[in-house]
């Protein structure tokens, strides 16, 4: 039975595996995206994850508490001053895990890990793509206005060239 063996201990001792997780939280804090193993990134999810929601109120306090996990001053500035204002409204799921595939060597399953509004590939500023559907729907306004303002053009056209061949004639 697994009851309360909720955390992967990564095959390394405790204080190892706080360490390891801590540098390399300060590594994506400071890149904003690492490349490690599967298993790594999502313990790192677990470990990072409640630091950011704790920079998202700039207090002695949680600075504190944030630097007692991290042990690196200058990745817990940068968590508060850079990091935090971007992510202030979203409400959780500030990392993304992309797989890459398999490592050469062990064939160890790879994976890159990131903060989520870092990424303009996939979070560009204000610019949603629209979405579309596949089943038939009536035009909407604009369209209409479109398709008759392109019909009154054409009728202008034609008319323009009657009255040019009438005074040619």
């Known amino acids: 039975m697994r009851h309360r063996n909720k955390t992967n201990n990564l095959g390394r001792k405790s204080a190892h595996r706080k360490s390891m997780l801590a540098n ?12 490690t193993t599967v298993a790594k990134a999502k ?10 929601t704790k920079s998202k109120s700039d207090t ?23 990091v935090a204002p971007k992510v202030a409204e ?3 799921g500030y990392t993304r895990i992309i797989k890459l595939g398999n490592r050469l060597g062990d064939a160890a ?22 979405k579309s559907t596949r089943r038939g729907r009536s ?10 303002e392109v019909k009154a053009t054409e009728e202008q056209v034609k008319t323009d060239n009657e009255t040019t061949d009438e005074e040619k004639n």
């Open 24 to 35: 390399m939280a300060c590594s994506l804090i400071e890149h904003k995206r690492i490349n």
């Open 109 to 130: 399953e790879m994976a890159m890990i990131e903060l989520v509004d870092f990424n303009e590939l996939y979070n560009p500023k204000g610019a949603k793509k629209k």
């Open 90 to 92: 979203r409400p959780g």
């Open 60 to 82: 002695t306090h949680n600075r504190r508490l944030v630097f007692a996990k991290l042990r690196n001053k200058y990745a817990v500035s940068e968590l508060f001053r850079e």
């Open 43 to 52: 313990a790192l999810r677990t470990f990072v994850e409640p630091l950011v």
């Open 139 to 148: 035009k909407t306004t604009e369209t209409k206005q479109d398709v008759a």
